[in-house]
Structures are given as structure tokens and as C-alpha cells.
């Protein structure tokens, strides 16, 4: 099985940039509102699943004029990116199901 | 903890970054940080409050560096490093090739021009071009000038020292072991002046004591275990 906490990270980014690019502070930002706080990860943590997902191809990264005039590096999610969400999107569905369908089957559960 | 400290602590766990990659890191850890602070100053934090929960808000930076660096490929790194130092050899070997060059150079020189370059007598001095040359183990000591003072009983003696191979070295410090014959028939040391490098070295000795009309100049040398004595000839005729 396995380890589903690297593979929450790198999926929920690739969800967040399937919307729209978007760079490190936003992403993390956003990734807190939309889970409720449930996702609230330290913010450094985030630079080496970018740069894992960057080093693979599932994201490219660029350069652009922050509203402070200052440099800001922003994501965006390739076509190979969009084909691994979608892939993983996938198998953790399976994985929910799989998960869900245990649990259901408890008589402790109700 | 500081920005700029916190940032140090991250790069310094990425050992296989070079200074570019961990230049990029830095830039975009400190871009974070600001963008983090600044929102926290619209939302009425003081400035300097902003800046330490920004950085405090990023977590562990040794284990955030530790991470990156696992992202990095430690084959790139080496081949770089490999190829700093395959140039840095090439270099020394280029370095190495061009001094062997000019060495051998310097080396033909002194067999067939020793005094290309060189001035022209002393003052008082008349010069006469000669050609004696002796061997002392592998080493060749040419004798190629003679500069007779007029109206007084001196010489100057120049010479040169190379190696017989054209590709080998000259040996230093011959001045030291060069004596010249004064009229009493003793051997003795002369001051003077030279220059030179591996490939050749050149020598003149000074104020050596003649006597009008004498016909040759004695000059001896001994190192290394070699011995060499060189008569030179002298004409007084130049001077007339």
C-alpha cells in the first residue's frame, strides 16, 4: 500500500493548479480554506512536493510581476501534470471506496 | 528566528545544490515569506510580528533543506564537479605543455643565438663574439662573448648553461660554481649578473683581471661532481 500522506500532498496540489496557476503562499493559502483548516501543513513542506512534481514534469514553473513589483514564481500544471491528476484522482477514489467499504461493513459502526 | 537564517539553515542541508539551485531556493523561500507577512500586516500585525510568524508558520528549516535535497540528483553534481576539476587539469596540463614549449625554446636559443636580446658592451668595453663550449655531465656551458676593457686589464666573460637534451633543464646556480683564472694563476669567483629559466640560464662575470696581451682566459667549472675547464681566447686587437 502506499504511504497516502506524500500522495495527499502531491494531489491536492495538482487539484489546486488544475484550476489555476498559482504560487507557493496562494497554494498553501488555498489549500487551507477549501479543506476547511483540515490541510493546514507547514508552509515550507510545500517547496520540496513543488519541486518533486517540477523535477517530474507534471508542473512547469515561471516568473511574474507580483502587484508589489516584486518577482513571484508561479505553477502550472502540464499535460502530463493534468494525466497524473487525473490518474490519482482515480486511484484515491478507489482507495476511499475500498476504505469506505470496510468501515460500513463494521457491526460496531452501526 | 530570522528570514535570512532561516533561509541559511535550508540551503546549508542541500549538500548536492549547486550555488545556482540553491540561489533559486533561497529567492523563492524569501518570496514566500514576504508574501506571508505582508498578509498578516493587512490582517494588523506589526511588521516585525509579521516577519517571525511568517518564518515560524514554515516549519523545521532542516527538515524542509533535508527534503529538497532529496530531490536533487546527485549524478548531475558529480559530473559537474568531475568536469571543474577535468578542466582544472586541462589548464595545469596546457600551462605545463606551454612551458615545456618555451623551455625548449630558450634552449635552441643558446645554441645558436645566446645573445639575442641582450645589451651591448659596457661602457669602455670593446666586445668580441666567441663560440667555446664544453660539456659537464648534461649540461652545456657556452661561452659566446668576451668584452675586453680598453686602457684597462679587465674582461668580461658571458656565457650560457643548457641542457644537451633539448627537452631537459638547465641547471641553476651555475654562476656559483664558475671560476675564472686570474694572471696569479689563482681560481676565483667574480661577481656579475644573469637571468634566464629552465631552459637556459645565462651568466656574465665581472672585472675579471687580465693582463695586456694575455692570449686566453681560463674558466672552470665544478658541480654535481663535473668538472670543466674552457679556455677562452682572447684578442686584444678589438681594443686597438
Redesign the interface.
Known sequence: MKKKTIDHTELLVLTLLAGEDMYGYQIITELARRSDHTFDMKEGTLYPVLHGLWKDGQVEAYEAEAPTGRKRKYYHLTKKGREALKAETEEWKSYVHGVNAVLSACPALG | MEREEFCRR?IWQMKRATLREQDW?K???M??L???A??LEQAGYDPEEARSRAVA?????E??GR??N??LSVFWLLLSRISTVCIMLLCLGLVGSLSAGYRVFQNVQARFDPGSGFHGPGEGYVRQEVDVRGAAGSDILRVYWVDLAEGKALAEVHFCIYDENPFGRAANGTENSIRAQAPDGTWNRYGGGGQGSDGAWYWRLSDIPVEPGQTSLALRYDRFGEHLTLKIPLNWEVTE
Do not use: K, R
Request: glycine share 8%; hydrophobic share 50%.
Open positions: 535550508v531556493v529567492a523563492e523561500l518570496g514566500h514576504e508574501d506571508h505582508d498578509a508558520a514554515m516549519g523545521e528549516p527538515e524542509i527534503a529538497l532529496a530531490q
